[in-house]
């Protein structure tokens, strides 16, 4: 007589069955339901056997895999075993079905239980109920707050429930939020802010802080792009006790949820994903939210002063993106490129460079000149969802009561590709004034690309710039000269190297400014005197210079042209630092650095280095 290990998928439940080799395999069926009449409702002929099989080799009762089924999860790995190759026909015997000798430590026989009705919800509502339970017990919350900036949390055991990365960046906006979300007690929170910087991290990473550190039942609703609605619930009064749903219906969420919070009162409520509307159509469960993380703008009204707070999560910084950038071993350059598209959200700073690329232009194209208008008012950004897509929102982190003061938030678009597009849709002050906000939250990636910026509307609006320049030399005393520069014909074209190397190839005689309409190592280029100057806009006082590339370009210009490099950065004291890198590069021609002669970059000093 045989021992037969079966395991039921997704109950976490395993057991030994004695059963004659001779039997047929429903008789097993019939074993299996005697030995769980408790937990298994369905009638035994429904039950779905499989063999635990792969390779021909069976499942170890000691491998990963059976550890994480024994916690009720349902990992993607156990598909490969649940195939038609293994299924157990209810007309073979047993000596048909089992193909392989039978040994110890092993799992022979998975158990799948049919799907079936909540009979909770009203019938026309009424779905299989594809439940898949998991424990908690043993796990320790993941809490931001606790942490110094600039570490990675792991956070695989969360990425086993829903979607999640399986590790977690701490920046220091993250440790604020999350001390804001644990110090709540009744209010209610939604957290604002741009698209992609994290702020269904923070809900989820709260939600579970909830469950396993405050004992609470938390019920956690999810919109996720490309997998749909789900329902997790977390029961903080019992760890070994929870679940969740999946690929659910809209009308599906409010019944669940209803059900959950009449069987656990003091249930937390936590919202991923929706839009005001969508709540607003639920009006008696969905309204009454613990923390929603929002998509798109949440409309408050003054009765809700003292019942509900809007918490800003701010855009990432370029130094905090590079620090992410640099955990995955990217190199600077494709750091830049990256964020060139992506300005301060995460989510587009992590994908490909042509992802991120496709997903700024579409943003871009659902902005209209109208709405540009918009880009100049403090709350623009709030209320106009077409801004939302490229104007990012910020704030003083020095006052921790500013991320729930919308009247201290500030909005700039720090996508350098999107600054491009808009061109000369917005006014010259607004680069001055995305030069003084990057400099109070000290953003250098915001700065630099302010800063470039600003210069090529100086060139495009026809005004003279002031500069002050010298030769470039590591040793030698810094003497400047004066040099005024004001540009009667401009050119924005080109998006790859053959448009630029076309562009200096058929240089126009006419045109004394040529900028590209996308990333370009050459920030422009200025006609003056006849001198073609390759100019490196930055306010670094340590640029690297890619003397191989400027050779290239310089070869594209008729013969015998006079051409030079020339670095043009904010002000005189990161001038006087200024170190190429390498420091003493060779090439065929020379090479100058000026600064603006401008009091308003005076003020912002060598600070800004990064």
Not at 211 to 227: D, N, P, Q, W, Y
Not at 420 to 428: H, Q, S
Request: a neutral charge.
């Amino acid at each position: 007589m045989p021992i037969l290990f079966c395991l039921v998928v997704g109950k976490g439940t395993s057991f030994p069955v004695h059963i004659d080799a001779n039997k047929y395999v429903d008789h097993l069926k019939n074993k299996i339901k005697e030995e769980n009449s408790n937990s298994l409702k369905c009638d035994a002929r429904e039950l779905l056997l499989y063999l635990a099989l792969k390779d021909k080799v069976w499942i170890e009762s000691t491998s990963p895999l059976v550890e994480r089924l024994m916690k009720g999860e349902t990992p993607d790995e156990i598909h490969e075993y649940l195939v038609q190759t293994n299924k157990m026909s209810p007309f073979s015997t047993l000596d048909e079905a089992l193909t392989l000798p039978l040994g110890r430590n092993e799992i022979h026989v998975l158990v799948v239980v049919p799907e079936r009705q909540v009979d909770s919800l009203p019938k026309k509502k009424q779905r299989l109920d594809g439940r898949v339970f998991f424990s908690l017990e043993g796990i320790q919350a993941v809490d931001p707050a606790s942490c110094q900036p600039n570490v990675w949390l792991d956070c695989q055991e969360i990425s086993k429930v829903t979607a999640f990365p399986a590790d977690y960046f701490v920046r220091n906006e993250s440790i604020d939020v999350f001390h804001l979300l644990k110090a709540r007690t009744t209010r209610q929170i939604v957290l604002e802010g741009s698209p992609g910087v994290g702020k269904s991290l923070l809900l989820v990473l709260t939600s579970f802080w909830m469950a396993i550190e405050g004992k609470k039942c938390v019920v956690l609703v999810r919109l996720v792009e490309g997998k749909g609605l789900s329902l997790i619930f977390l029961n903080g009064q019992n760890l070994s006790d929870n679940w969740k749903l999946e690929r659910m219906s809209a009308d599906e969420i409010a019944p669940l949820v209803q059900q959950c919070m009449r069987r656990f009162p003091k249930c937390e409520l936590c919202l991923d994903g929706f839009q005001q509307s969508f709540l607003k159509n639920h009006m008696g469960v969905l309204m009454a939210f613990s923390v929603l993380a929002a998509s798109g703008p949440y409309k408050t009204k003054q009765d809700d002063a003292g019942i509900l707070d809007l918490c800003l999560v701010p855009f990432w910084s370029f130094s905090d993106l590079k620090l992410v950038g640099q955990h995955y071993t990217w190199d600077d350059e494709s750091m830049e490129k990256k964020y060139y598209f992506s300005g301060g959200s995460l989510r587009l700073f992590l994908v490909s460079e042509m992802d991120a690329k496709i997903a700024a232009e579409l943003a871009f194209c659902k902005v209209d000149l109208a709405s540009v208008k918009l880009l100049n008012t403090q709350n623009g950004s709030r209320f106009d969802k077409q801004i939302g897509w490229i104007q990012m929102a910020t704030l003083d982190t020095s006052d921790l009561s500013n991320y729930n003061r919308p009247g201290k938030w500030s909005y700039v678009v720090c996508s350098g590709f999107a600054l491009r597009k808009l061109g000369d849709r917005v006014t010259l002050e607004y680069y001055k004034d995305l030069c003084h906000k990057a400099y109070m939250i000290n953003d250098v990636g915001l700065f630099g690309i302010a800063f470039e910026n600003y210069f090529h509307a100086m060139a495009r609006e026809k005004q003279s710039i002031q500069l002050k320049v010298r030769e470039y030399d590591s040793t030698k005393p810094r003497e400047y000269s004066v040099l005024t520069f004001t540009s009667a014909k401009h050119l924005l074209k080109g998006k790859d190297q053959t448009d630029f190397e076309k562009a200096m190839k058929t240089w126009p005689s006419e045109l004394d400014y040529w900028y590209p309409d996308s990333r370009c190592p050459i920030d422009s280029i200025a006609k003056l005197d006849g001198e073609y100057l390759l100019l490196q806009l930055t306010r670094s006082t340590t640029p690297s210079i890619d003397t191989e590339y400027l050779e290239t370009i310089s070869k594209c210009f008729p013969p015998n042209s006079s051409i030079a490099y020339m670095a043009v950065v904010p002000n005189k004291a990161i001038c006087d630092e200024f170190r190429l890198s390498p420091a003493d590069p060779v090439t065929q021609f020379p090479l100058r650095v000026a600064y603006v002669d401008d009091d308003f970059f005076t003020k912002f000093g060598n600070s800004m280095e990064g």
